[in-house]
């Protein structure tokens, strides 16, 4: 049975970059009954997701999918800064100091923060697979690094070890447009939507790949001079998200991304990975140019007990919600051993 929560954490939630949030809350999605032994499944989620894993990870989580068993306990938290419940740039609980653009950055090692308290708070002692993909992949290595050997199984899909420069050039491409929109630094609820809108149609580009738009928006006919497919795509791709998501979480979380490095303050990143003790699974899609397969190659190399998949597919980063057939009988195998 699915149910959503909101867990209240009352006391100052420190951050990574020193500063504090006053209070806290997460909304979370659970499916199954928890049980005394470990048949936890923990889902992380990525930048623009929410908390109902069954909505949108189709193929896995949906009714009859994957993990769609009796004996699982299946939880999916939205992350802080998010837009979906969660304490973000627009919360109503936080003080005027903290809204909009006042609001203090968050990083993926605060977000795993945020699942421990929610996981000592729900009376959790081992998660039995831990499983994100791109931003969620941040919060897994995270929330990895913490638990220890109270996770048995790791997935970590399309994502890296520190988020690239390449990555982040895109992410600030798009906050660009942000702030090119001038209702953005008007800080109000519906500021930036314009700037949003382009946000999104650049995302895109990051998100397929040359092939998989030859495939999905070439015209049928030779006879076009306006008026493409490809455009109405970006168009509808950047007004889909302004209809269910906000310019301030969007920046936010963008900047979190980028600030992603499993090795800040931890020595080095290799030896920041080498303490990973969970059985992992690293996969990595052959035509993502956000997260190239060579990220999930160095991931694999530097976790001690991983192994590498790779998945040929022309839908790029995107082919982790596309190729979802593909990605389970992947993980079928992982889970079997």
């Given at each position: 049975?699915?149910?959503?929560?909101?867990?209240?954490?009352?006391?100052?939630?420190?951050?990574?970059s020193g500063t504090?949030?006053?209070?806290?809350?997460?909304?979370?999605?659970?499916?199954?009954?928890?049980?005394?032994?470990?048949?936890?499944?923990?889902?992380?989620?990525?930048?623009?997701?929410?908390?109902?894993?069954?909505?949108?990870?189709?193929?896995?989580?949906?009714?009859?999918?994957?993990?769609?068993?009796?004996?699982?306990?299946?939880?999916?938290?939205?992350?802080?800064?998010?837009?979906?419940?969660?304490?973000?740039?627009?919360?109503?609980?936080?003080?005027?100091?903290?809204?909009?653009?006042?609001?203090?950055?968050?990083?993926?090692?605060?977000?795993?923060?945020?699942?421990?308290?929610?996981?000592?708070?729900?009376?959790?002692?081992?998660?039995?697979?831990?499983?994100?993909?791109?931003?969620?992949?941040?919060?897994?290595?995270?929330?990895?690094?913490?638990?220890?050997?109270?996770?048995?199984?790791?997935?970590?899909?399309?994502?890296?070890?520190?988020?690239?420069?390449?990555?982040?050039?895109?992410?600030?491409?798009?906050?660009?447009?942000?702030?090119?929109?001038?209702?953005?630094?008007?800080?109000?609820?519906?500021?930036?939507?314009k700037g949003l809108?382009?946000?999104?149609?650049?995302?895109?580009?990051?998100?397929?790949?040359?092939?998989?738009?030859?495939?999905?928006q070439s015209e049928?006919?030779?006879?076009?001079?306006?008026?493409?497919?490809?455009?109405?795509?970006?168009?509808?791709?950047?007004?889909?998200?302004?209809?269910?998501?906000?310019?301030?979480?969007?920046?936010?979380?963008?900047?979190?991304?980028?600030?992603?490095?499993?090795?800040?303050?931890?020595?080095?990143?290799?030896?920041?990975?080498?303490?990973?003790?969970?059985?992992?699974?690293?996969?990595?899609?052959?035509?993502?140019?956000?997260?190239?397969?060579?990220?999930?190659?160095?991931?694999?190399?530097?976790?001690?007990?991983?192994?590498?998949?790779?998945?040929?597919?022309?839908?790029?980063?995107?082919?982790?919600?596309?190729?979802?057939?593909?990605?389970?009988?992947?993980?079928?195998?992982?889970?079997?051993?």
């Open positions: 049975m699915k149910q959503v929560n909101t867990f209240h954490f009352h006391s100052e939630f420190l951050l990574e504090t949030l006053p209070k806290l809350e997460i909304v979370y999605h659970t499916f199954g009954t928890l049980t005394p032994t470990s048949n936890v499944i923990w889902v992380c989620h990525a930048l623009t997701a929410n908390s109902d894993v069954s909505d949108w990870w189709n193929g896995l989580f949906g009714e009859g999918d994957l993990f769609d068993r009796p004996e699982n306990f299946i939880i999916c938290a939205n992350i802080i800064g998010s837009c979906y419940g969660s304490t973000g740039p627009l919360s109503e609980h936080l003080p005027d100091s903290h809204a909009f653009l006042k609001f203090p950055l968050i990083t993926p090692r605060d977000m795993a923060n945020a699942h421990q308290l929610l996981k000592t708070e729900l009376g959790i002692d081992k998660i039995h697979v831990l499983i994100g993909s791109s931003l969620g992949g941040h919060q897994a290595q995270e929330f990895s690094y913490i638990l220890k050997d109270r996770l048995d199984k790791l997935v970590l899909i399309a994502t890296n070890a520190k988020h690239s420069p390449f990555g982040i050039a895109f992410n600030e491409s798009q906050r660009l447009t942000l702030l090119a929109d001038e209702t953005f630094e008007q800080q109000i609820p519906e500021g930036g939507q809108k382009a946000a999104r149609s650049i995302a895109m580009l990051s998100y397929r790949s040359y092939d998989g738009y030859l495939k999905t049928v006919s030779n006879e076009h001079i306006d008026g493409f497919k490809a455009s109405s795509y970006q168009d509808y791709q950047g007004q889909k998200l302004v209809n269910r998501f906000n310019a301030y979480s969007y920046w936010y979380l963008s900047k979190a991304m980028d600030s992603h490095n499993i090795g800040r303050n931890r020595g080095s990143v290799e030896k920041a990975l080498g303490q990973i003790p969970a059985q992992t699974l690293v996969i990595g899609i052959t035509s993502d140019l956000l997260f190239p397969v060579s990220e999930q190659a160095f991931l694999a190399k530097h976790i001690p007990n991983s192994q590498l998949e790779i998945i040929d597919s022309i839908f790029g980063h995107d082919g982790f919600l596309v190729e979802t057939k593909t990605l389970e009988n992947i993980l079928i195998n992982f889970l079997n051993k």
